[in-house]
């Protein structure tokens, strides 16, 4: 465990609550119920994690409405990203499993690996509090942050555009609805309208991103 430690950069004052954090149910139902398991620290780190995330967009993306703030945390705590977090510090290495549950694989289950991520954020929590809880996970956020945002971004007016155009006589036009905030800081809503009707509407620091938005919920509306 000291090896651990000093990978998360975090040396714990009781170590009993790591040890737990690492202890899968299959271990302790293995070796004895005496033996706590981490699924209890799993359901304190989900909130801690959820608060930092959280707080940290809410800070940092301020032109972002409230669904494009739910879907970027969503993005951020969702298993694939807690799996790719704890295979960053080798999690499966130090996670106590059954025989049967480490010869399945289980040290390399997302499942498991994105509980056990999730109790080692309780667990420091538990033992230094929410600030050294922040540094941890921002170590791995911050920079899946920037990931994400170098990702290209998908075109939804084309993709809409296209499946409207498959009946004739359709027509799609975009709309400004509002425009807000200083000239570095703008905010614009747009929506889209089919036949002129509304159909999806959406925000962003510019109007074409406002379109695209608009034309992402479309889609969603329309079951794309």
Do not use: W
């Given at each position: 465990?000291?090896?651990l430690?000093?990978k998360i950069?975090?040396?714990?004052?009781d170590?009993?609550l790591?040890s737990t954090a690492l202890?899968?149910?299959?271990?302790?139902?293995?070796?004895?119920?005496?033996?706590k398991c981490?699924e209890?620290?799993?359901?304190?780190?989900?909130?801690v994690?959820s608060?930092?995330?959280t707080n940290?967009?809410?800070?940092?993306?301020?032109?972002f409405?409230?669904?494009?703030?739910t879907?970027?945390?969503?993005?951020?705590?969702?298993e694939?990203?807690?799996?790719?977090?704890?295979?960053?510090?080798d999690?499966?290495?130090?996670i106590?499993?059954?025989r049967?549950?480490?010869?399945?694989g289980?040290?390399?289950?997302?499942?498991i690996l994105?509980?056990?991520?999730?109790?080692?954020?309780?667990?420091?929590?538990?033992?230094?509090?929410y600030?050294?809880a922040?540094?941890?996970?921002?170590?791995f956020?911050?920079?899946?942050?920037?990931?994400?945002?170098?990702?290209?971004q998908k075109?939804?007016?084309?993709?809409?555009?296209?499946?409207?155009?498959?009946n004739?006589?359709?027509k799609?036009?975009?709309?400004?609805?509002?425009?807000?905030?200083?000239d570095?800081?703008?905010?614009?809503?747009?929506?889209?309208?089919?036949?002129?009707n509304?159909?999806?509407?959406g925000g962003?620091?510019s109007?074409?991103?406002?379109?695209?938005?608009?034309?992402?919920?479309?889609l969603?509306?329309m079951?794309?």
């Amino acid at each position: 465990m000291t090896e651990l430690q000093h990978k998360i950069g975090y040396e714990f004052k009781d170590i009993s609550l790591l040890s737990t954090a690492l202890t899968h149910s299959s271990y302790s139902n293995e070796v004895g119920k005496s033996i706590k398991c981490n699924e209890r620290m799993e359901f304190l780190g989900d909130s801690v994690l959820s608060l930092v995330v959280t707080n940290y967009i809410y800070m940092n993306f301020t032109q972002f409405p409230e669904g494009d703030l739910t879907q970027l945390r969503a993005s951020l705590v969702c298993e694939k990203s807690l799996f790719k977090f704890a295979k960053l510090i080798d999690l499966g290495k130090y996670i106590k499993l059954s025989r049967g549950e480490r010869h399945g694989g289980g040290a390399e289950r997302p499942s498991i690996l994105s509980d056990a991520f999730e109790a080692l954020i309780a667990a420091i929590y538990l033992d230094g509090g929410y600030e050294e809880a922040r540094k941890f996970v921002m170590v791995f956020i911050e920079p899946e942050v920037k990931s994400i945002r170098k990702k290209p971004q998908k075109d939804y007016k084309t993709t809409l555009q296209e499946i409207v155009q498959k009946n004739p006589g359709e027509k799609l036009e975009y709309r400004l609805v509002s425009e807000s905030g200083p000239d570095h800081n703008k905010h614009f809503v747009s929506e889209v309208l089919l036949n002129s009707n509304s159909i999806g509407k959406g925000g962003g620091r510019s109007k074409k991103e406002a379109e695209q938005q608009a034309a992402r919920a479309a889609l969603e509306l329309m079951g794309y």
